[in-house]
Nanobody, 120 residues
């Protein structure tokens, strides 16, 4: 089970940290990813991290502003988002999959989303 939280309303230029609490199974062989979906748009890859080893993968739009990290002891993955822009407004989902990939179809387990709204 994946539980995303931390969304909210933030002004442009602000920061948010999303968290994804993982439970119910072992994720040692998994990658945990963050995706986002804006109204009327497809679900886009944001960032992902290997549970063991910590290798990361970020979308080009996230490389300079977002960071993904995990705490294995707490079974939690975070997405630190800085310098937020209105175009970052979306529902953010966390997901688990066997491989470190950008393709959402590679992720078999999904949590509910958390809404991020960037607006003045």
């Amino acid at each position: 089970q994946l539980q995303a939280s931390g969304g909210g309303l933030v002004q442009p230029g602000g920061s948010l940290r999303l968290s994804c609490a993982a439970s119910g199974r072992t994720y040692d062989d998994q990658s945990l990813g963050w995706f986002r979906q804006a109204p009327g748009k497809e679900r886009d890859f944001v960032a992902a991290i290997r549970w063991i080893g910590g290798r990361t993968l970020l979308a080009d739009s996230a490389k300079d502003r977002f960071a993904i990290s995990r705490d294995n002891a707490e079974n939690t993955v975070w997405l630190q988002m800085n310098s937020l822009k209105p175009e970052d407004t979306a529902i953010y989902y966390c997901a688990a999959g066997s491989h470190l990939r950008r393709d959402p179809t590679a992720y078999a387990f999904w949590g509910q989303g958390t809404l991020v709204t960037v607006s003045s």
